[in-house]
């Protein structure tokens, strides 16, 4: 079963192999694809696509969605975007990746999403008032409100802080991942656009799991999503 698929992703695209490092862009109907398949575990492919779109998003606004399993990860952009120059400049750099880590997880729902259960177990928001109904989103919204509030005009606030440590400590493996940035970094990376999803690319974007990571504001958004 999985010869023939092996052999159907060679043909497409390439086959990882020590040393080397398969990237693939591909553009579809839902935007511009990039897969990249370091073969690290589902834990250290959160970080690396959060910690890799945040370093792209840096000099240019951009919102990406990001989806990750075992052997690989997907970064999802509505925008084109030069992917081989940015592997050219560094891009998979292993110099300071628990600055830009901490710094991807402020433009990350991975922080926000455990800021909200802080925040409902500190009793900063409450899900409903006794005899009232009170709904996700309304709730997913109050709590998302402290935490913008907090992380631009109260930095020294613990509650976000918290978030931040919790989701290095339980979601993500730092270590995993600064070990896998060094090893990419220094693999050498095959770069190939094939025309269809790959084998190895389609599980990802059937599965996607989407954390959005943007440096937009929200006036660029709502402009984006009335055009």
């Given at each position: 079963?999985?010869?023939?698929?092996?052999?159907?992703?060679?043909?497409?695209?390439?086959?990882?192999?020590?040393g080397?490092?398969?990237?693939?862009?591909?553009?579809?109907?839902?935007?511009?694809?990039?897969f990249?398949?370091?073969?690290?575990?589902?834990?250290?492919?959160?970080?690396?696509?959060?910690?890799?779109?945040?370093?792209?998003?840096?000099?240019?606004?951009?919102?990406?969605?990001?989806?990750?399993?075992?052997?690989?990860?997907?970064?999802?952009?509505?925008?084109?975007?030069?992917?081989?120059?940015?592997?050219?400049?560094?891009?998979?750099?292993?110099?300071?990746?628990?600055?830009?880590?901490?710094?991807?997880?402020?433009?990350?729902?991975?922080?926000?999403?455990?800021?909200?259960?802080?925040?409902?177990?500190?009793?900063?928001?409450?899900?409903?008032?006794?005899?009232?109904?009170?709904?996700?989103?309304?709730?997913?919204?109050?709590?998302?409100?402290?935490?913008?509030?907090?992380?631009?005009?109260?930095?020294?606030?613990?509650?976000?802080?918290?978030?931040?440590?919790?989701?290095?400590?339980?979601?993500?493996?730092?270590?995993?991942?600064?070990?896998?940035?060094?090893?990419?970094?220094?693999n050498?990376?095959?770069?190939?656009?094939?025309?269809?999803?790959?084998?190895f690319?389609?599980?990802?974007?059937?599965?996607?799991?989407?954390?959005?990571?943007?440096?937009?504001?929200?006036?660029?958004?709502?402009?984006?999503?009335?055009?």
């Amino acid at each position: 079963m999985a010869r023939p698929l092996l052999e159907l992703q060679q043909r497409w695209s390439a086959l990882p192999e020590p040393g080397v490092l398969v990237v693939e862009l591909l553009k579809s109907r839902e935007g511009h694809h990039f897969f990249c398949y370091p073969f690290a575990g589902r834990t250290a492919h959160i970080g690396l696509g959060a910690l890799l779109a945040w370093r792209v998003a840096r000099d240019k606004p951009r919102t990406f969605s990001i989806s990750m399993n075992d052997y690989g990860f997907e970064l999802l952009c509505a925008q084109a975007f030069d992917w081989a120059a940015q592997l050219q400049n560094g891009l998979l750099s292993p110099d300071e990746p628990d600055h830009d880590i901490l710094a991807s997880l402020n433009s990350s729902e991975l922080s926000l999403r455990r800021f909200r259960e802080i925040a409902r177990v500190s009793g900063l928001v409450f899900q409903a008032h006794p005899g009232q109904q009170k709904s996700a989103r309304q709730w997913q919204a109050s709590s998302g409100l402290f935490y913008e509030i907090f992380r631009q005009h109260d930095r020294g606030n613990l509650l976000p802080g918290q978030a931040n440590t919790e989701v290095l400590l339980q979601e993500l493996d730092v270590r995993r991942i600064r070990f896998a940035l060094e090893r990419m970094n220094a693999n050498r990376v095959v770069l190939t656009r094939p025309k269809k999803p790959t084998p190895f690319a389609f599980p990802l974007i059937v599965g996607r799991l989407r954390e959005k990571v943007s440096t937009e504001k929200l006036a660029e958004l709502e402009r984006a999503a009335q055009r």
